[in-house]
């Protein structure tokens, strides 16, 4: 009993502002200068804590911003946030009352990896790996509405998720329908430019602020008898955001009012951009920049290897060695697939596997370069 009395206060002591979270209720509580000392010291609670229990990793370091900032911004649980996909969540889960629960991940009787209905009302959907988060917020997003009680619908997605023939489905679904939506592609792929970074993150809260969006508005009202001029202008607007990011234009063709890339490791400017996008109409779709393992050395350096993790020693930052027979197991499968993969293109049927999609976790790491 002496024990456990011991390793909480220290653990009050060392996380002295995440212990006070219990629920997101009490991050709203906090002042906005509070922020990156809480960022910071998820960030430190979900490295010891995974390296204890193992799980996902390197995911849920680099969404440590942009779940502080979700959560301070919206009124969850009333407000509908679903992740997609799911181990980005981990420190969803942590400032949703399952902090002290966090050792007890993926083990029996203990947290689920991915967000589940079942164990919190903050977790929308139980979800893994699906790209369905899109489809499934445009549908509570259209029963918010019929609700009538400004509820918010949020969908974080990540880059991968997003190559999903399902989720350019529903983009296209949702832009038909304008229906009140904001999606969040949490793209990990580029590094971000400081320079390019700033300039974004000016234009983020200048195009997503109150001001431009009434005017934005009003021009559609005033030129709607003048095609020829609001095409002009709409067509002004996509060249300004393309300038900044050239893949904004799909997004706006799909009816989404597109925002950014802007950082999503700077928390105050997180804020910013999704308190005025907040109360925007229509479909939104935020691009924030993020880094996979942000904030700790070795997985910025292997983000792949430290994807998901076993248990390890992580003052160290080495990874266990894997055990020979499972090694040898892995290796076994992939010249099966590898195989298997090249005689199916010379019989009747064809299939598409893009490989660069099974680097993570290192099972098919070596067939990373191949398409077949």
């Known amino acids: 009993m002496f024990d456990a009395i011991v390793v909480i206060i220290h653990a009050m002591q060392k996380y002295s502002l995440l212990s006070t979270i219990n629920t997101p209720d009490d991050l709203r509580l906090l002042p906005r200068e509070q922020l990156p000392q809480l960022c910071d010291e998820l960030r430190a609670f979900l490295l010891e804590s995974v390296s204890q229990s193992s799980g996902h990793l390197a995911s849920g370091l680099g969404t440590v911003e942009l779940t502080v900032a979700l959560h301070y911004v919206f009124n969850t649980p009333f407000d509908q946030l679903i992740w997609d996909v ?26 689920h990896p991915f967000p589940w209905r079942g164990e919190s009302e903050y977790d929308v959907l139980s979800v893994g790996h699906s790209s369905t988060s899109i489809s499934a917020g445009l549908g509570i997003a259209i029963a918010a509405e019929k ?32 229906t009140d939506m904001l999606v969040i592609l949490n793209d990990n792929e580029m590094s971000i430019s400081e320079n390019v970074g700033a300039l974004n993150n000016h234009l983020a809260r200048l195009l997503s602020g109150s001001f431009y969006s009434s005017i934005r508005e009003g021009s559609k009202n005033l030129l709607s008898g003048l095609p020829p001029i609001k095409a002009f ?39 910013s951009t999704l308190k005025n996008m907040r109360n925007l109409k229509g479909p939104q779709f935020l691009h924030i920049m993020t880094k996979k393992g942000k904030g700790y050395a070795p997985a910025e350096k292997d983000p792949i290897g430290f994807h998901g993790v076993p248990k390890f020693d992580h003052l160290l930052g080495q990874l266990p060695k894997k055990n020979c027979a499972s090694a040898n197991l892995l290796s076994r499968v992939r010249q099966l697939v590898v195989r298997n993969g090249g005689k199916r293109r010379h019989r009747g049927g064809h ?22």
Request: charged fraction near 20%; include cysteine.
């Open 351 to 372: 299939y598409a596997c893009d490989a660069r999609r099974l680097r993570h976790g290192g099972v098919f790491q070596p067939l990373s370069s191949a398409v077949f």
């Open 233 to 271: 202008v709409k067509k002004t607007e996509e060249h300004l955001k393309g300038f900044v990011s050239p893949g904004g234009t799909l997004f706006e063709e799909l009816g989404f009012n597109y925002i950014g890339p802007i950082d999503g490791h700077n928390v105050d400017e997180l804020v």
């Open 86 to 111: 799911g181990h980005q969540a981990y420190p969803h889960k942590i400032l949703t009352g399952r902090r002290e629960q966090m050792h007890t991940i993926r083990q029996k009787n203990g947290l």
């Open 147 to 178: 609700e009538n009680a400004d509820r918010k619908t949020i969908c974080v997605i990540g880059d991968g998720a997003m190559t999903a023939g399902m989720a350019f489905e529903a983009l296209n679904h949702a832009g038909s329908l304008h």
